[in-house]
C-alpha cells in the first residue's frame, strides 16, 4: 500500500525538483559497522548470518519514510511496507534474484528465508521483478571488504529503489567489522538519513546479540 506525497506541501519539494531529472540521481556511501557481537551471536544460535541482518535492515528501513518514497512518473508515493530483494548465488557462479517477505519474527524470517532460496537456487533463473517498486534491491560480496562500490545503471529505466549492498567482513583489533555501501536517489533522501539508518542498523545489531 502506498500513498501519493503532495509535493507542493513537501519539506522536499526544492531538493526533490533539483534532483529528479539528474542524468546520475544516486549518491553512495560506503561504511564499516561493529559486527562483532551479532555474528558471536549468530554463530552460537546456528542461525543464518545474512538473513539476520536482512531482517534487521527491513526492520530499521521500514520505519524511515525517507528510504521508503519511490518516483513514479512526476509523482512521488511513499509506501507503508517495503520488502528485500537480494541476489542470490548460485553453484556455478552465476546469480539470480530472490525476495523476502517482511516477518514481525526472527525465527519465521529465516525459516521463510530459506525456503525462498532453495527455491530460488532450484530454478536457477535470472528474474528480477523489474515491475516493482515496494522494495529494497540488496546484494552481497563476501569475497571483498570493499571501501567503495558503483553499480551497473540503466539510465533509460526510471529507478528510485535504494540499493544496499554487505561486503566481507575483517578483524579490526578486537572487532569484527562489515563494509556496507548504501546508495539513494539524491531526490528522495539525503547523507542525514543514511547516517539514521546506519546508527539504527548498529543499535538493533546490538539489541538482537
Not at 197 to 204: F, I, P, Q, S
Request: charged share 25%; proline share 2%.
Amino acid at each position: 500500500m502506498s500513498k501519493k506525497i503532495d509535493i507542493n506541501e513537501w519539506n522536499r519539494k526544492a531538493q526533490f525538483l533539483f534532483y529528479k531529472d539528474f542524468d546520475q540521481p544516486f549518491f553512495n556511501i560506503t561504511a564499516t559497522i561493529d559486527i562483532t557481537n551479532l555474528l558471536s551471536s549468530c554463530k552460537r544460535k546456528d542461525i543464518s548470518f545474512f538473513l539476520t541482518c536482512l531482517f534487521l535492515s527491513q526492520k530499521v528501513i521500514n520505519k524511515i519514510d525517507s528510504f521508503r518514497y519511490r518516483i513514479q512518473g512526476e509523482d512521488v508515493v511513499l509506501y507503508e511496507n517495503v520488502e528485500a530483494g537480494s541476489t542470490i548465488l548460485f553453484d556455478d557462479n552465476t546469480f539470480g534474484f530472490c525476495y523476502f517477505k517482511n516477518y514481525s519474527g526472527i525465527e519465521e524470517y529465516i525459516m521463510k528465508g530459506e525456503e525462498q532460496i532453495q527455491k530460488a537456487k532450484a530454478k536457477k533463473a535470472f528474474l528480477p521483478e523489474d515491475f516493482r517498486d515496494d522494495l529494497i534491491h540488496y546484494s552481497v560480496v563476501p569475497w571483498i571488504s570493499f571501501t567503495s562500490l558503483q553499480h551497473a545503471r540503466d539510465s533509460k529505466f526510471q529507478d528510485s529503489i535504494p540499493k544496499i549492498v554487505f561486503g566481507k567482513y575483517f578483524k579490526e583489533g578486537d572487532a569484527v567489522k562489515m563494509p556496507i555501501s548504501i546508495s539513494g536517489h539524491h531526490a528522495l533522501l539525503d547523507g542525514y538519513h543514511v547516517g539514521v539508518y546506519l546508527d539504527e542498523l548498529a543499535l538493533v545489531m546490538n539489541d538482537f546479540a
